[in-house]
């Protein structure tokens, strides 16, 4: 069963960081370009940031960009997002996604996505 599992929201203040994990089981995340999308309420899911299969290259939007920080373990079959300074409007849940293909400058469209997990909750507030 080709399974992705987030961990790591919670309640954080302005300002403070959270690493989001990503576990994968049934399949080999090594093989598919790997992403984060967050979704508030009454907005659309929003691409944050994505690994390449092709060369490894990582992209961000630029509302997290030098913030947050993509990244992989091969080895544990896992995928990271590091997120620092964040921000009340970074409040979201966050979404782990796996696609086989790689689709170059439309990464962020969730639609091209093949796996998702269940989602985080990350809230930020004082």
């Known amino acids: 069963q080709l399974q992705l599992v987030e961990s790591g929201g919670g309640l954080v203040e302005p300002g403070g960081s959270l690493r989001l994990s990503c576990a994968a089981s049934?399949?080999?995340?090594?093989?598919?370009?790997i992403g984060w999308f967050r979704q508030a309420p009454g907005k659309e899911r929003e691409g944050v940031s994505c690994?390449?299969?092709?060369?490894?290259?990582?992209y961000y939007s630029d509302s997290v960009k030098g913030r947050f920080t993509i990244s992989r373990d091969n080895a544990k079959n896992t995928m990271y997002l590091q997120m620092n300074s964040l921000k009340p409007e970074d409040t979201a849940v966050y979404y782990c996604a796996a696609a086989m293909g790689w689709y170059g400058s439309n990464w962020y469209k969730a639609r091209l996505y093949d796996y998702w997990g269940q989602g985080t909750q990350v809230t930020v507030s004082s």
């Open positions: 690994i390449s299969t092709s060369d490894g290259s990582t």
């Open positions: 049934g399949f080999t995340l090594n093989y598919y370009a």
